[in-house]
């Protein structure tokens, strides 16, 4: 029903910075927005950040706030996610995920998301 394609990743020195992106296509209509999750080897998948096709109501990670930067654009239902001052910790395979719209305060868990990308590769080096 909706298709969330995810690019940008790659291979960045601590510090560097990198962009991905989110394209969502289909019956993009049934959800209202998209949010980034990550997930490292053997850890859980986590929260990154969130945000309406609008632009408002966004939401961030603790471990990201101040560093990272989501937007969208409506008229092209895409999302991106700037990333700045990139750490070691923050390599993982970042999803794009969405949903039909839910309270906010279910917006950080996996489980009430129904769509999800292929994700893309983030690996920091020290």
């Known amino acids: 029903q909706v298709q969330l394609v995810e690019s940008g990743g790659g291979l960045v020195q601590a510090g560097g910075s990198l962009r991905l992106s989110c394209a969502a296509s289909g019956r993009t209509f049934i959800v209202n927005g998209a949010s980034w999750f990550r997930q490292a080897p053997g850890k859980e998948r986590e929260f990154v950040a969130a945000v309406r096709w609008s632009g408002e109501s966004t939401y961030y990670a603790d471990v990201v706030k101040g560093r990272f930067t989501i937007s969208s654009d409506n008229a092209k239902n895409t999302v991106y996610l700037q990333m700045e001052g990139l750490r070691p910790e923050d390599t993982a395979i970042y999803y794009c995920?969405?949903?039909?719209?839910?309270?906010?305060?279910?917006?950080?868990?996996?489980?009430?998301?129904?769509?999800w990308g292929q994700g893309t590769q983030v690996t920091v080096s020290s």
């Open positions: 995920a969405a949903r039909r719209p839910k309270p906010s305060s279910t917006v950080h868990l996996p489980v009430t998301y129904t769509f």
